[in-house]
């Protein structure tokens, strides 16, 4: 506090070195860390993210754009390729002060993000958004209305969670990526209900992955997280119309999808080129709730680093992707639920419609044709070529 406090010519080179050993890696996990509100996110969790978004693009290139909407003290930036152009919002101007700090490449903007209004800008929005937070704030103060957020006079309010996914979707580009670390009521709620129907209307799904509720244990909450992956669709990609019929038990419906339009009763859509979606479960992050290491092997490896595997070499492909359905029913927006693999071959045989529909046939399900995981590629490459 004493660093911060003083003007800025004043902070030297020790100073900002103090502040990295305390805020980035290992420190970033301390409770020194920790202020009113802010549960930062475990560095290799960030990591994860940005690593596995690098897999899913295809590589990064300098000139991306990145927004870290509420960058506490700047654990995603710390993942972030240097030569990116990056902006990152926060709202308390200690942690904005920190971040701008250790960070001197970043624009840090000590501001509320509800505020922030570019629209379709980045190639990549990611972080990991204030949770449960009573948003109140002026219409006049917002550049656009927020579905979201109920408005009563002049005024909108509502859940952070909720606003800050919407202003990840409207900030960033047809085509781009949003990855956030998300509480699991978002995939069920009801409550989370219009923010799902409008990551659907907005974007394919990507990967929903689990976190176990040791993640936050060094800030002393057990809040079950997921991390959630989605891809705003470009306006070229057009709605796929299905109706699901169910087989297999309430708990783990299986679903086969047969194409029909819009006007047919219980029917839903997703976006041509979406794909099976990637859904992990990670049962150990790597420490237990008293922060203890969970490192069987010594290698330092925690079972996210290990999943990295799966997005990069090439990016997803069918072998690791489950036949779950985007965005599955209205209130199961995210909640991924994956039936015993075999168990789905079994019962499912060799009639699954809704790959056909949007991807072609999987070859480990009648062993002649494999997924397109290219034609969402395609969609966005024709997009970005017409403009
Ligand atoms: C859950 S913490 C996460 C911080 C950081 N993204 C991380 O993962 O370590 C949420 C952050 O959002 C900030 N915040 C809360 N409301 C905000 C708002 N309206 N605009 C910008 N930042 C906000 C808090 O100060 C806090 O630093």
Redesign the pocket.
């Known amino acids: 506090m004493a660093i911060i406090a003083k003007p800025h010519e004043d902070i030297t080179e020790d100073d900002v070195q103090f502040l990295r050993d305390n805020y980035t890696s290992a420190g ?1 996990l301390l409770p020194n ?1 920790y ?7 475990p560095t290799h ?2 990591r994860f993210i940005v690593e596995a978004l690098r897999g899913l693009s295809g590589g990064f290139s300098a000139g991306q754009t990145w927004l ?9 930036i710390e993942h972030i390729p240097d030569d990116a152009e990056i902006t990152a ?4 101007e200690t ?1 904005a002060k920190v971040t701008t700090l250790i960070y001197p490449h970043a624009n840090v903007i000590n ?5 922030h209004s570019r629209r379709d800008y980045y190639d990549f929005v990611i ?5 449960g ?1 009573s ?1 109140d ?1 002026a219409a006049e103060e917002l550049p656009d209305e927020y579905v979201t957020l109920t408005k009563k006079r002049d005024r909108y309010g509502g859940k ?1 969670e909720l ?2 996914i919407e202003l990840a979707i409207k900030a960033a580009k047809p085509g781009g990526y949003i990855a956030l ?1 998300l509480p699991k009521g978002i995939g069920f709620s009801g409550a989370s209900a219009k923010v799902r129907d409008l990551a659907k209307e907005t974007c394919w799904h990507v990967a929903s992955i689990e976190l176990p509720e040791t993640t936050f244990a060094h800030v002393g909450t057990t809040i079950k997280t997921d991390i959630h992956i989605l891809r705003k669709i470009t306006p070229n990609a057009r709605k796929v119309y299905v109706e699901y019929s169910r087989i297999g038990s309430e708990k783990y419906p299986l679903d086969i999808v047969k194409q029909t339009d819009a006007t047919t009763e219980g029917s839903t859509f997703w976006y041509e080129g979406q794909q099976p979606i990637f859904h992990a479960v990670i049962t150990d992050i790597g420490y237990d709730k008293d922060g203890k290491s969970t490192d069987k092997w010594g290698d330092g490896l925690t079972q996210l680093d290990e999943l990295l595997e799966a997005f990069t070499d090439g990016g997803l492909v069918r072998e690791n992707c489950d036949p779950v359905a985007p965005f599955k029913d209205e209130y199961h927006g995210f909640s991924v639920k994956v039936p015993p693999h075999e168990e789905w071959r079994v019962k499912a045989g060799h009639v699954t419609y809704w790959n056909v529909l949007t991807l072609g046939r999987g070859e480990d399900i009648n062993g002649t044709s494999s997924f397109d995981f290219d034609w969402q590629d395609r969609i966005v490459n024709e997009y970005k070529g017409a403009r």
């Open positions: 970033g860390a202020s009113g509100g802010a549960f930062f996110t969790v960030a870290e909407p509420s960058c506490g003290s700047g654990v995603f919002l926060e709202l308390d942690s501001a509320d993000a509800l505020t972080g990991n958004p204030p949770y937070v948003i704030i952070s606003a800050f670390v």
